[in-house]
């Protein structure tokens, strides 16, 4: 099936050049960053390329990035994105492709803290449970619910889009072809602005949306309309994630694409040229010492951002529009503790009654996000949930490491604490204009898409974007780039 698929994109390849007036392929293309951004578009850029390109991904940490396992008693856990949105197409085709499988789902209740008791509980019958939300918040939740479904139902057609070709040049461009101007105002309006506008009760919006957003993204409903409306969709589809661990994808797409992975931290690109297009030259630092390369294209599928850990990128020889494309991130700590949770912290003195696995906090405590109770990536058929009063391990997500004092507020005892110190997603807000995939000729910023919308399948779009773009600029396939009006193009051709 996939040697199949690599036969017919390296027919589709060699026709679109022989259309093309016979130009080569690329000979060489460099991605830096290894995690599902820079894995995907390998893969995609394959796919559109042929087989015989030659892609070397630089990876200065470990493969997945952001998707990234801990052991715990054994077991492995996820400690970077936990889980998918049902309808993530891009995901969803990888794991079938690579012969991955969903994790089975263990359910488990969920509910909102508010730094003395509960403000919303989910029950175990789903009638009571809307009952209620009508109950406190009348028809906000309708609301709410449609407002993002109109979002997703938008974003949605960029996957036709893509299957036709098309591709975008800048994250403006590509947002307003799925939803034109509000689309772009979303990126600049917060949440809170365009709920209340919608008709969403301001209690609602600090109950409940507020705590969605702080969850997934540790930020306010201060933070812009488009990101909320993505993490608000995580909150209500039913969410999956995969067997074995989700970086499985990204090692899994990196030897299908046999791609070339090179551990080294990239400190440079160059530019100079060659028969009058641009050749870039790639530097790298390892503990081999220095070393450089040359591409005829360039994939950065990692944030540039201005944090003092990791260094960003020098050019050299020209300047493309960086200065534009950095702005901070907002790091978040999780923490994976094996011990007892303190029930009564949470108005709960017997742990055996303790119901909830999922808690979501309101501003109040201010010093943890959420809490789960989490299974192991790998869920046997005969796994159960541990009891409330049984040792377990949980995820505490937080602004900053847990001081001793917390841990000893949340948990009556523990075991063992690991955490992981992420630069989880865009501060948005701190930066103005929105950024561009095309840097240069053939130089390409993935994660400029992370400041409309910082998610896992978001930078699979954005691979499949980038890789439509190095392609439709390779073979000067304008008519595919930056086209208006698609809805009305796609319905027309065949
Ligand atoms: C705690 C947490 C929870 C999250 N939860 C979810 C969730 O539930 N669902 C969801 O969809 N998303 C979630 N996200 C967001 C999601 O993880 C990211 O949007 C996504 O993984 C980003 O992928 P990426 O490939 O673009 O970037 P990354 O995963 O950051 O990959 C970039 C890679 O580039 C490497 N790199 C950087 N600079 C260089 C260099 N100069 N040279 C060489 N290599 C370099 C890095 O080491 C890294 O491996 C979460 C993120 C975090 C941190
Ligand atoms: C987007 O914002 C601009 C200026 O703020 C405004 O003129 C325009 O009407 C808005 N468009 C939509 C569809 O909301
Ligand atoms: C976990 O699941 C993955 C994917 O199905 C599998 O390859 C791996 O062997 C499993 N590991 C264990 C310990 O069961
Ligand atoms: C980064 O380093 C500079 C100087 O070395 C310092 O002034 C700045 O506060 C640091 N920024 C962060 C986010 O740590
Ligand atoms: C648990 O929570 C209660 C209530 O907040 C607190 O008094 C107690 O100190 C916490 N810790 C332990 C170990 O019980």
Same mark, same amino acid.
């Given at each position: ?18 259309? =093309? *007036? ?9 991605? !830096? ?23 070397? /991904? ?14 715990? @008693? ?23 492709? %690579?012969?991955?499988?969903? $994790?089975?789902? !263990? ?21 009571? @449970? ?17 407002? /993002? ?14 299957? #036709? ?5 800048? !994250? ?6 799925? *939803? ?10 917060s949440v809170a602005e365009s709920l209340l506008q919608v008709g969403v009760t301001q209690r609602f919006i600090d109950d409940v949306v507020s705590a969605v957003l702080r969850a997934s993204y540790g930020q306010s409903a201060a933070m812009p309309a488009f990101a909320g409306a993505m993490s608000l969709a995580g909150a209500q589809g039913s969410l999956w994630s995969v067997e074995g661990g989700n970086k499985l994808v990204c090692s899994g797409l990196l030897k299908l694409t046999k791609a070339n992975v090179i #551990?080294?931290?990239?400190?440079? /690109? ?28 360039? !994939? ?26 950095? *702005? ?8 994976? /503790? #094996? ?18 696995? @999922?808690? +979501? &906090? ?22 159960? $949930? ?13 602004? $900053?490491?847990?001081?001793? &004092?917390? +841990?000893?507020? %949340? ?7 690991? &955490? ?6 865009? %501060? ?19 994660? =400029? ?23 439709? $600029? ?11 009006? %698609?809805?009305?193009?796609?319905? &027309?051709?065949?």
């Amino acid at each position: 099936m996939a040697r199949a698929a690599q036969l017919f994109a390296a027919l589709a390849a060699l026709l679109a050049a022989a259309a =093309a *007036g016979g130009d080569a392929p690329p000979g060489r293309i460099a991605v !830096v960053g290894a995690g599902i951004g820079g894995a995907a578009v390998a893969h995609f850029l394959q796919q559109h390329f042929g087989p015989r390109v030659q892609i070397d /991904v630089y990876e200065k940490g470990t493969i997945g990035g952001r998707l990234a396992t801990i052991s715990v @008693n054994k077991q492995h856990y996820e400690s970077g994105a936990a889980s998918f949105h049902s309808l993530s197409l891009h995901m969803q085709d990888f794991v079938k492709l %690579l012969g991955l499988r969903h $994790r089975r789902e !263990v359910v488990g209740r969920s509910a909102i803290f508010g730094g003395e008791h509960f403000v919303l509980e989910e029950t175990d019958w789903y009638l009571l @449970n809307l009952f209620r939300l009508w109950w406190h918040y009348g028809i906000s939740f309708l609301r709410l619910q449609m407002w /993002v479904e109109e979002v997703m139902e938008k974003f949605m057609r960029i996957y036709k889009y893509q299957a #036709h070709g098309y591709a975008f040049s800048g !994250v403006e461009e590509l947002l307003s072809s799925l *939803g034109e101007s509000a689309f772009v105002n979303m990126t600049q309006r917060s949440v809170a602005e365009s709920l209340l506008q919608v008709g969403v009760t301001q209690r609602f919006i600090d109950d409940v949306v507020s705590a969605v957003l702080r969850a997934s993204y540790g930020q306010s409903a201060a933070m812009p309309a488009f990101a909320g409306a993505m993490s608000l969709a995580g909150a209500q589809g039913s969410l999956w994630s995969v067997e074995g661990g989700n970086k499985l994808v990204c090692s899994g797409l990196l030897k299908l694409t046999k791609a070339n992975v090179i #551990h080294a931290t990239v400190t440079a /690109v160059t530019l100079h040229s060659s028969e009058g297009k641009a050749l870039y030259q790639v530097g790298y630092e390892n503990e081999g010492g220095h070393g450089s390369d040359f591409y005829d294209i360039v !994939v950065l599928a990692a944030p540039l951002h201005l944090d003092n850990s990791s260094r960003s990128i020098a050019f050299e020889g020209f300047s493309p529009p960086t200065e534009d494309a950095q *702005g901070s991130f907002q790091p978040t700590v999780v923490s994976l /503790v #094996h011990g007892y949770l303190n029930s009564s912290y949470f108005g709960f003195p017997d742990p055996k009654l303790f119901p909830f696995t @999922n808690i +979501l &906090t309101t501003d109040f405590p201010s010093f943890f996000y959420a809490l789960d109770n989490i299974c192991p990536v790998n869920v046997s058929a005969n796994f159960r $949930r541990k009891q409330p009063q049984e040792a377990a391990v949980w995820r505490v997500q937080s602004p $900053r490491p847990l001081f001793r &004092t917390q +841990l000893k507020t %949340l948990f009556r005892s523990y075991y063992s604490v690991q &955490t992981a110190e992420w630069q989880a997603h865009p %501060l948005y807000g701190s930066r103005s204009a929105l950024p561009r995939f095309a840097l240069h000729d053939q130089l390409f910023y993935l994660n =400029a898409l992370e400041w409309a919308a910082s998610s896992v399948e978001a930078m699979a779009v954005a691979a499949k974007n980038v890789a439509l773009l190095a392609y439709n $600029r390779w073979y000067q396939d304008l008519d595919k780039i930056d086209q208006r009006d %698609l809805m009305h193009k796609v319905k &027309t051709e065949l």
